[in-house]
């Protein structure tokens, strides 16, 4: 079937670790997106990729990386350089770039603790 | 600035009972504004979508409402279910051509009780 496939769905980190949570998609869409929700805040963008090997900083980029090798995949890197890194990580993807009209559909999540 | 409001935060309703959901927003102009239910520790799941001349949309038990003029938009939920018991979100796609530009609201929590 398709969809989103996120891992690990629970990760531990400790404070000065690097840690990559992976995207895949088997929907063949163009546009991929990187999100952080936090308890009672409204979802904040990350990162975000319309083709492969072309990237843009969302809101919230600071201390986060990613790549964009291939279309299907898109692993978000969570570096030391991040302050507060516990929160749940979601990634989303989209046929139509721009995603106006483009139906939104996301993985299950990646919750992130640091310890 | 653009912004999304939910209201209530959060919300207990006994099951078989109808409940509104609201979303006021300020992101103008906007190309198009959806409903996401999103259970606890999964990712959202897209409810409904509906573009700026559209007042209303209906999938199943659920029934978004939309008034471009006063920028509301209300979830109506019809004889609650348990699985019901979810976060929902309202999204506002701005019309600005900003990839990656959706205006998340911070959610309503419902809770459906036997």
């Known amino acids: 079937d398709g969809g989103i496939t996120q891992s690990p769905k629970y990760l531990f980190r400790k404070e000065g670790q690097n840690v990559t949570l992976s995207c895949e998609q088997n929907?063949?869409?163009?546009?991929m997106y990187w999100y952080r929700q936090d308890p009672g805040q409204g979802l904040r963008l990350i990162y975000y990729s319309q083709i492969v090997n072309d990237f843009q900083k969302g809101d919230i980029a600071e201390g986060y990386s990613v790549s964009r090798e291939k279309k299907e995949s898109f692993p978000l890197t969570v570096t030391s350089a991040q302050k507060n890194p516990t929160a749940f990580y979601l990634c989303?993807?989209?046929?139509?770039?721009?995603?106006?009209?483009?139906?939104?559909?996301f993985g299950e999540g990646s919750r992130l603790t640091v310890l | 600035k653009n912004q999304v409001e939910q209201s209530p935060q959060s919300l207990i309703i006994l099951e078989g009972k109808n409940c509104t959901l609201q979303c006021n927003y300020t992101v103008s102009p906007f190309s198009n504004l959806r409903w996401y239910k999103q259970d606890t520790g999964r990712g959202p799941v897209s409810l409904t979508i509906?573009?700026?001349?559209?007042n209303t949309k209906s999938n199943g038990r659920y029934t978004a409402t939309l008034d471009a003029d006063t920028k509301q938009s209300s979830l109506h939920i019809t004889a609650s279910q348990l699985s019901d018991s979810a976060s929902y979100i309202c999204?506002?796609?701005?019309?600005?051509?900003?990839?990656?530009?959706?205006?998340f609201g911070q959610g309503t929590t419902l809770q459906v009780k036997p």
């Open positions: 999204v506002v796609i701005p019309n600005s051509g900003n990839t990656g530009k959706l205006i």
């Open positions: 989303a993807s989209s046929s139509v770039p721009g995603q106006e009209g483009g139906e939104l559909f």
């Open positions: 929907l063949n869409h163009d546009a």
């Open positions: 509906m573009t700026f001349s559209e």
